[in-house]
């Protein structure tokens, strides 16, 4: 009896694949979770359809082995379609309940024919039923998973886009750059800040570099031992560096992890740090004469 | 139980360098919501990164669990690694010391002194456990 457990939703899915595509598109609309705004009639259809077909080929071979297990070898059409489907329909705005709702809505016209043809035989209907149920709800949990998958894959990206973004040495004066760092600053970017702010080092032949740290809201040991090593780095290149933007929060906290800035500068305000870099390279910022403004 | 009376509030899983970054924020949301002040966030939120990162550098990926406590004016964290574990604890908390080139040595110890009380256990081959409670609000 195991090995055929499956028999009679196999049957259903042979002879009714129409009627039950029909009733399960109409189903789904009444679930609100058809989205015709977003699909036509003939893609809700197909789609459908090709589930369907991928949900009849998985029930074939599981009838003959009697369990469940989605990551099953025959599965792995219906997985492929579910996260094609999934996919194109995320793509177009559908929210991933909705996705999954679409998935349930099979059970009703699918539980409806099973007991039709089990009248009399309520051990079978509820083995059956039981286990197409199962086998639905894994589905609609897979359609979740691919979800989310693609939301970390996106996320993933803009992180990568931000992080090239983020690294930009702006040339304050002749010989002056700045290096404003916002946010974390992790191994990989540290490694990238130190890379462009060199780079550029040599591209102006800049004298004196700030590194503006006010943006960025932890300093533990990991990034301050990026930042003195950046500095050290920048000394190497025969330039000066300057720390600033060290609020009074961060140099407490600093204090008390025991780190030591050594022989490198630091100037609590970026304004500070500008002063001190034009001075080393023989410029003032002076008030000009009222007469001489633009405009008077 | 990890901290007698505590209610968990908050897991977050570490394995990667960002891992870090999210401890260290879903921390000091925590602490904001709770009305602490800038510099005890500063303060204990940097004991958190250190811990953290110990547990992903030293530990192979951990768990970071965050404790409400009976006294509302304190927050608990604890952090479990079952990584290599650390042989001399005493020898790991001193300044300077680190099984790492490239690193300054003070994570544990700084994060000792940053945080209220402080305290870890560790078996060789076994893993690490540290706890620390924070200070919110002195009110």
Same mark, same amino acid.
């Given at each position: ?31 609100? &979770? ?114 989310? &998958? ?39 970017? &540290? ?106 | ?139």
């Amino acid at each position: 009896m195991t090995e055929k457990v499956l028999e009679t939703t196999l049957e259903v899915l042979k002879e009714d694949a129409e009627g039950l595509l029909m009733e399960w598109i109409d189903q789904a609309d009444e679930d609100g &979770a058809k989205r015709s705004d977003l699909f036509s009639e003939r893609e809700e259809r197909d789609q459908a359809a090709s589930m369907l077909r991928a949900f009849r080929l998985g029930v074939r071979d599981t009838s003959r082995e009697g369990d469940f297990d989605l990551r099953d070898e025959h599965w792995a059409d219906l997985r492929g379609i579910l996260s094609e489907i999934t996919h194109e329909r995320v793509e177009r705005g559908v929210l991933p309940g909705e996705m999954a709702a679409l998935v349930l809505a099979l059970k009703t016209p699918l539980f409806g024919r099973l007991t039709d043809k089990l009248v009399g035989q309520p051990d079978r209907l509820i083995e059956e039923v039981l286990i197409v149920s199962k086998a639905i709800d894994a589905f609609a949990l897979y359609t979740n998973e691919v979800f989310i &998958a693609e939301r970390e894959q996106i996320i993933e990206r803009q992180r990568d886009e931000m992080l090239e973004l983020s690294t930009p040495v702006v040339e304050l004066w002749d010989k002056v750059l700045t290096l404003p760092l916002i946010g974390t600053l992790d191994s990989m970017r &540290a490694q990238e800040v130190m890379e462009s702010l060199l780079q550029a080092i040599v591209e102006r032949q800049a004298e004196v570099v700030i590194v503006d740290i006010t943006g960025v809201k932890t300093v533990d040991t990991q990034v301050a031992q990026h930042l003195l090593r950046t500095a050290a780095a920048v000394r190497l290149m025969g330039a000066r560096c300057i720390i600033s933007g060290i609020s009074p929060k961060i140099a407490q906290t600093m204090v008390e992890l025991g780190v030591d800035v050594g022989e490198v500068r630091t100037r609590s305000s970026i304004k500070n740090a500008l002063t001190d870099a034009l001075t080393s390279v023989g410029v003032a910022i002076r008030p000009i004469e009222r007469n001489q403004r633009s405009g008077a | 139980m990890a901290f007698p009376g505590g209610r968990k509030i908050a897991t977050i899983e570490l394995r990667t360098d960002r891992d870090v970054s999210r401890a260290r924020s879903r921390v000091s949301d925590i602490m904001k919501s709770k009305g602490s002040r800038d510099l005890m966030i500063t303060r204990f939120v940097t004991a958190v990164s250190e811990i953290a990162r110990n547990a992903i550098i030293h530990g192979q990926g951990g768990r970071m669990s965050v404790f409400e406590l009976p006294d509302a004016r304190l927050i608990g964290v604890e952090c479990v690694d079952e990584g290599q574990g650390i042989d001399d604890i005493e020898l790991a908390l001193g300044d300077g010391y680190s099984t790492r080139k490239n690193s300054l040595g003070r994570g544990l110890g700084g994060a000792k002194r940053l945080a209220k009380t402080f305290t870890i256990t560790s078996a060789p081959g076994k893993g690490t456990v540290v706890r620390m409670i924070g200070m919110c609000t002195t009110r």
